[in-house]
């Protein structure tokens, strides 16, 4: 079955310090790769997506992800976290299969220390 | 644009009642999305519409629960009779579906609390 998954469950980083969040997934046709942010108590908000084309994308926030098929992964980056980014952080996929519906990560919960 | 706009915010009841959640989808998106986040099993896909009908209804628990989209403008999701275990946090979505490059933009979400 197709599946998402992201390996780090809760990340602790003190401000300043760069981020990479890991997001796999597990499916050989075509798909639509998405991350959202969810601050405490606030729905999920879009951060970046990547549908084709350049497989580096930039979001918001100074946010950006790589699209790599080879390793069928989009990890999320940031050169330097704010307290402001503690959040819980999901990878979301869309694969072509028919059903219309995006595939979610388990979430990971980022934790910035000022 | 509003967004999408979701009701209550909180519920609280206790087992055995009924319960209606309700939402607006964004203004001239044409596919809907009930999606559920509980703390043991993450964001999963209840249901999902398009043009307000349902398409794939496979994530739905079980008969107690249904859903329904009237109009392009608003649907509902019951919960009938409740139980303690759908305590989670209900999302609505939205999205333009057109060549398969749609994005979903979610509501702020219901918390139900059943006692």
């Known amino acids: 079955a197709q599946s998402v998954s992201q390996h780090n469950h809760h990340v602790i980083l003190s401000e300043a310090a760069s981020l990479e969040l890991g997001c796999n997934y597990s499916?050989?046709?075509?798909?639509?790769l998405f991350w959202y942010v969810q601050y405490p108590g606030q729905h999920l908000q879009l951060l970046l997506k990547y549908f084709s084309g350049d497989p580096l994308v930039k979001g918001i926030k100074g946010f950006e992800a790589e699209f790599i098929k080879s390793k069928f992964s989009f990890n999320l980056r940031k050169p330097s976290v704010q307290w402001s980014d503690t959040a819980e952080y999901f990878c979301a996929v869309f694969m072509d299969t028919g059903r219309r519906a995006l595939t979610f990560g388990s979430g990971t919960r980022l934790q910035v220390q000022p | 644009d509003a967004g999408v706009i979701q009701s209550p915010r909180h519920e609280v009841t206790e087992m055995g009642q009924e319960v209606t959640l309700r939402c607006k989808p964004i203004?001239?998106?044409?596919?809907l999305f009930w999606y559920r986040q509980t703390m043991m099993r993450g964001l999963e896909l209840l249901i999902y519409?398009?043009?307000?009908?349902?398409?794939?209804d496979s994530g739905m628990p079980e008969d107690r629960f249904s859903a329904k989209m009237p109009n392009a403008s608003f649907s509902t999701l019951k919960i009938q009779p409740s139980e303690p275990r759908d305590s989670a946090v209900y999302f609505c979505a939205s999205s333009w579906t057109s060549g398969g490059e749609d994005t979903q933009y979610f509501g702020p979400g219901t918390r139900l609390t059943v006692l």
């Open positions: 499916y050989g046709g075509t798909v639509n």
């Open positions: 519409f398009n043009n307000n009908v349902p398409i794939d």
């Open positions: 203004s001239g998106h044409n596919s």
